[in-house]
């Protein structure tokens, strides 16, 4: 593992060059991954294995349109897409990729077919985290891993046909094989991540519900609507409000940041901007400080994961799921934006 500086803080990371894809190829080179669920992540993980050389099958339940998505994609049914029951018995490591709901619901038949030696990889720590929620308990003579991708599944595929790789954690919940270490860093090369760090099954669960319902998602849309309805209840135009809060950011600001940090950002903006930023962004820091502290305290009581469980294992879950994002998606603020890109110079 290379040891590599991070701040001042030293971490042990996996990366291409010390874990090359041809390593993976050899560590895995006598196992049939079987890729259970075929929805966001399922189809990124199982193409790029696949073009990395890897044996891959697909499991999709039938009479499913994402069973038609698989066929499409390449998947040949009776020879690389199957059931999932035929795909758990017929795989060696079982990516346990349905939804986090679906991870519930089909834990006993895919419990039968973890017999002794198999590998059950996760790319999420939450049917393990809150085992006593899920009833996601794996048997002892099987190794349980885990590989994260920070990014959907669309853009691993995406950034992996660049050449590129999304960067991903890495966890060992149980080693029964002693070779736990070398399956999931030859998977996570496999998957194509760009490097591996380490972390734990809780650990991975809790920060990605604070990242996903703090900066990355939830908190990112509040800070727009707040300050969008500000700039409109001043007499700003929704061009106006919207190019202020969103698009100057997704389309100029944020690539800069991607590229080369928020001070390079700073130091390359006008003067007035710089000196606003600087002066502003603590005071941000501070008024939402608090909120992130309630936030991390309901995860890690599992409160949160309790009405993800509740919510998604309902019936009418995907319909009431389109209320909520038609909502989003019917405010003026998204319609102006819907405006906003349709303006675009490349989608004229
Ligand atoms: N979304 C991402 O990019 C992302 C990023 C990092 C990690 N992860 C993790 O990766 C895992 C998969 O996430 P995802 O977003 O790819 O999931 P998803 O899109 O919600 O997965 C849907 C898949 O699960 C199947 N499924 C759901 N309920 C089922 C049931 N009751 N019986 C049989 N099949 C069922 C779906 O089949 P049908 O289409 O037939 O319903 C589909 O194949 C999760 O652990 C997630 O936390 C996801």
Redesign the pocket.
């Known amino acids: 593992m290379a040891l590599l500086n991070f701040g001042g803080v030293e971490e042990h990371v996996i990366t291409r060059e010390e874990f090359p894809l041809k390593k993976a190829q050899e560590v895995l080179k006598n196992e049939t991954i079987a890729v259970?669920?075929?929805?966001?992540?399922?189809?990124?993980q199982a193409l790029n294995l696949s073009d990395n050389g890897f044996n891959v099958i697909v499991g999709?339940?039938k009479?499913?349109?994402?069973?038609d998505?698989?066929k499409n994609d390449g998947w040949v049914p009776g020879e690389t897409l199957f059931e999932?029951e035929e795909a758990c018995e017929k795989g060696t490591i079982l990516q346990?990729?349905?939804?986090?709901?679906?991870?519930?619901?089909?834990w006993p038949t895919v419990k039968k077919h973890l017999t002794k030696g198999k590998a059950l990889y996760?790319?999420?720590g939450?049917?393990i985290t809150y085992k006593e929620r899920t009833g996601i308990i794996p048997p002892d003579d099987v190794d349980v891993i885990l590989v994260?991708?920070?990014?959907?599944?669309?853009?691993?595929r995406r950034m992996f046909l660049e050449g590129r790789g999304l960067n991903s954690s890495y966890a060992i919940f149980q080693d029964a094989t002693g070779k736990a270490k070398e399956r999931v860093s030859a998977l996570g090369i496999g998957v194509g991540s760009g490097y591996l760090f380490q972390t734990d099954f809780r650990k991975e669960v809790f920060s990605?519900l604070t990242g996903e319902r703090g900066t990355l998602m939830g908190a990112i849309q509040g800070i727009f609507a707040a300050q969008y309805e500000v700039l409109r209840s001043n007499g700003h135009s929704p061009s106006e409000a919207f190019n202020e809060t969103v698009e100057e950011l997704t389309q100029s600001l944020m690539p800069l940041v991607a590229e080369n940090g928020m001070d390079w950002m700073y130091a390359n903006c006008s003067t007035t901007a710089q000196r606003g930023a600087l002066d502003w962004w603590k005071k941000f820091r501070d008024a939402s400080k608090p909120v992130f502290e309630e936030l991390y305290s309901e995860v890690a009581a599992g409160n949160e994961a309790q009405r993800s469980i509740d919510s998604n294992s309902q019936d009418d879950y995907r319909e009431k799921l389109e209320e909520e994002l038609k909502e989003l998606r019917d405010s003026e603020m998204w319609q102006a934006g819907a405006t906003v890109r349709k303006l675009r110079p490349e989608n004229n």
């Not at 259970?36 to 990124?44: A, D, K, N």
């Not at 994260?148 to 691993?156: C, D, I």
Request: net charge positive; glycine share 18%.
């Open positions: 259970i669920g075929y929805g966001v992540q399922g189809p990124g999709q339940r009479n499913s349109k994402t069973w998505k698989a999932i346990y990729l349905l939804s986090d709901a679906g991870q519930i619901s089909l996760f790319s999420h939450f049917g994260a991708p920070k990014g959907s599944g669309t853009s691993l990605d």
